[in-house]
């Protein structure tokens, strides 16, 4: 998992985990990007 997300309360902080590579967003992290936040909306 290249997106790490960790909730505390009210305050979603959302990770890019890709070191090696500067933390650029290839494919895979964008759609993992979207997951995130579609799940963010369904937590409201």
Same mark, same amino acid.
């Given at each position: 998992? *290249?997106?790490?997300?960790? *909730? *505390?309360?009210? $305050?979603? &902080?959302? $990770? $890019?985990? !890709?070191?090696? *590579?500067?933390? /650029?967003? %290839? !494919?895979? &992290? /964008?759609?993992?990007?979207?997951?995130?936040?579609?799940?963010?909306?369904? %937590?409201?």
């Amino acid at each position: 998992m *290249k997106v790490l997300v960790e *909730k *505390k309360e009210r $305050i979603c &902080t959302v $990770i $890019i985990n !890709r070191p090696e *590579k500067r933390n /650029a967003v %290839d !494919r895979e &992290t /964008a759609g993992e990007l979207v997951a995130a936040f579609e799940e963010f909306e369904k %937590d409201d």
